[in-house]
């Protein structure tokens, strides 16, 4: 009868599904764990190692090189990697780091993965790093991004930020959703008699936070299978919220139909990286350029189903200029205050760093059509 897979082994098959397999993190942990059979306390600490060391991958590899002669195969560097990860950044005790990721390393390999290991646990510390990308492990254009944008000394707190595991953050519902997207749902400011559109809802989490105050909300999204999730969720909390397959670049309701439409567009997602572990390590900087755009034409779309006198807010999770402030949105729209000392002015909206509350990062802009 074969042995139970450790939590080591289990996250090291969901580390290969993430790279070289191209899996979501998220998805590759919940499937390696549905194959295990696990405590409570292991499966947390797979879910610590998988993501843990897909965020700090840059780090890891350069740790690992040090001590590197020859390449090896992409199971190998990932057993290197998650020991690296264990020693310079969880601080595991140096025998468990060791021996038990030697064991789950492929036979042929395991003197040279317990070799370099032992040379990383004999480290200092406080180790030196030849940039500031190599130590918090994001890609440089990343760093160089947001340190243009943000400034030198809020882009690195930002990314040190993100580079702490996120605190899960439930609704009185039960609904579990991170506070800034909490907050930009209430700043729809939906009224029990207005009809409010969610034009990008999926998976569902701002339009049932909506839907407690508002009269009717509507969610709609472009595929079908988002949509689909936008249900459970909706029948699980007990609402109604009537969701539709839609194109938001050409949205299938008449002109001035509603009183509040929020566009929560779809974005580089460079303020929720602490959440995304491998989405740092996915976005190019031709993906901002080209979101940017796609973000121009929905909100010039939505603007047509705002009645006058009507609202429309746009929000992002990520921090780029490009995805906010450069946008130069509904330039003839009245811009509305956001009323919380967590935001900070950004242009004609606001922003929201991760390191201001220990939230996701996040951009807002709300405009009154005339």
Not at 59 to 75: I, K, M, N, P, Q
Not at 121 to 144: F, N, Q, R
Not at 363 to 370: G, K, T, V, Y
Request: net charge negative.
């Amino acid at each position: 009868m074969s042995k139970p897979p450790t939590a080591r082994r289990v996250a090291l098959d969901a580390l290969d599904a993430i790279d070289p397999g191209g899996a979501y993190a998220n998805v590759a942990s919940r499937t390696a764990l549905a194959a295990g059979r696990l405590s409570d306390r292991d499966r947390h600490f797979v879910t610590e190692l998988v993501h843990g060391t897909t965020r700090m991958r840059r780090a890891c590899d350069h740790v690992v090189d040090r001590f590197l002669e020859r390449s090896v195969s992409d199971r190998v560097r990932n057993v290197l990697r998650m020991g690296a990860y264990q020693l310079v950044f969880l601080r595991t005790a140096d025998h468990a780091a060791v021996s038990e990721t030697v064991d789950v390393a492929p036979k042929p390999a395991r003197g040279l993965v317990n070799a370099v290991l032992r040379k990383i646990a004999s480290l200092p510390d406080d180790l030196e790093w030849p940039d500031l990308a190599t130590e918090l492990s994001y890609p440089t254009w990343i760093v160089e991004r947001l340190t243009v944008d943000l400034g030198a000394d809020r882009a690195e707190a930002a990314m040190r930020t993100m580079n702490q595991a996120p605190s899960a953050t439930e609704r009185d519902d039960g609904y579990t959703q991170d506070l800034a997207s909490q907050w930009v749902a209430q700043l729809v400011e939906a009224g029990p008699a207005e009809r409010v559109l969610d034009l990008c809802a999926a998976p569902g989490g701002k339009a049932t936070a909506m839907a407690v105050g508002a009269g009717t909300v509507i969610a709609a999204d472009r595929r079908e299978h988002r949509v689909a999730t936008i249900v459970e969720n909706v029948d699980r909390l007990g609402l109604t919220v009537p969701a539709v397959v839609a194109d938001g670049a050409a949205p299938p309701f008449p002109d001035g139909a509603f009183d509040r439409v929020l566009v929560d567009a779809p974005c580089s997602g460079l303020g929720v990286l602490r959440r995304r572990p491998d989405a740092r390590w996915r976005v190019t900087p031709a993906d901002v350029d080209e979101l940017a755009a796609v973000q121009r034409r929905l909100v010039d779309a939505a603007a047509r189903v705002v009645r006058p006198g009507g609202v429309l807010i746009y929000s992002v999770c990520t921090l780029t200029d490009a995805e906010t402030v450069d946008l130069d949105l509904l330039p003839s729209w009245e811009v509305l205050p956001v009323p919380d000392d967590a935001w900070g002015a950004h242009g004609r909206g606001a922003r929201l760093l991760p390191q201001a509350a220990g939230t996701d990062g996040m951009f807002i802009q709300r405009m009154r059509r005339p």
